[in-house]
């Protein structure tokens, strides 16, 4: 036998340990130990495992980790969100937007494909005024709303977004009562399922009106669905949008 034979019986027997120990491990760590884990899981806590899914009439409806757009005046609206083109869970992310920031104060327009100038960002500024007109919060403001609002009595966003912007004299509005950060504000995530009690109780004189209850019997609904701080001191109290939104429809149907 040749000294080049030998030389690979040595090279053989020096891998051959590392392509058993691989096996081994990928089987362990990438198969059985997975395996385990979820049936466990399963096990222990399924809903949390299945994805934490709520499901009314045999439907799912979402996920109570997962923030979603409810929009409709009947509803409780979720705090804004920067993920993709809003509560995006395949494009989880933030603004990156720095508190100085002249785009996240007071927003950006841009012009669309057929030359219509539309909004880009909307900006805190302008969610103030959404928040507080929704919502039915008094305000002060340099120049009328009134003077921003279509012929169909819509706020023109790409209007108030250039006031906003407008380098010497610049819209202020302030509201009279403070409007709470989730309120105007994205997550780090743009999927928090959560708003502030704060932010709830504000909500609720318009959410109300549109179910023709009293503003009362919509906050007794809020306390069941607030979560305390874990542990109680890490975090704040926070109430889940989605949850309280499902008891709103079950307790207090909107009208058709």
Do not use: W
């Amino acid at each position: 036998m040749g000294p080049g034979r030998i030389k690979e019986q040595d090279m053989l027997k020096e891998l051959g340990p590392g392509f058993r120990l691989t096996l081994i491990f990928t089987v362990l760590t990438g198969l059985l130990y997975p395996a385990v884990m979820t049936g466990v899981s399963e096990l222990v806590f399924p809903k949390q495992a299945n994805g934490s899914l709520v499901t009314v009439g045999g439907k799912v409806v979402g996920s109570s980790l997962i923030g979603q757009p409810f929009a409709k005046a009947e509803y409780f609206h979720p705090r804004p969100s920067a993920a993709g083109s809003g509560y995006d869970a395949t494009a989880s992310s933030g603004s990156n937007l720095g508190p100085t920031s002249a785009k996240l104060l007071h927003g950006t327009t841009k012009m669309d494909d057929k030359n219509n100038e539309i909004v880009d960002f909307d900006g805190i500024g302008l969610r103030i005024v959404h928040y507080c007109i929704d919502n039915d919060i008094p305000y002060q403001s340099s120049i009328p709303i009134d003077q921003f609002k279509d012929s169909h009595g819509d706020l023109d966003e790409v209007k108030l977004i250039k006031a906003f912007n407008d380098d010497k004299s610049p819209l202020a509005f302030t509201p009279k009562t403070p409007i709470p950060q989730d309120a105007v504000t994205a997550s780090a995530s743009g999927l928090d399922p959560h708003i502030s009690p704060t932010n709830a109780d504000l909500q609720a004189g318009r959410v109300a009106k549109a179910r023709g209850i009293s503003a009362d019997q919509v906050k007794q609904l809020i306390p069941q669905f607030t979560d305390r701080a874990d542990l109680g001191f890490l975090g704040e109290p926070r109430v889940n949008v989605l949850m309280l939104n499902v008891a709103l429809d079950q307790h207090f149907p909107a009208s058709k």
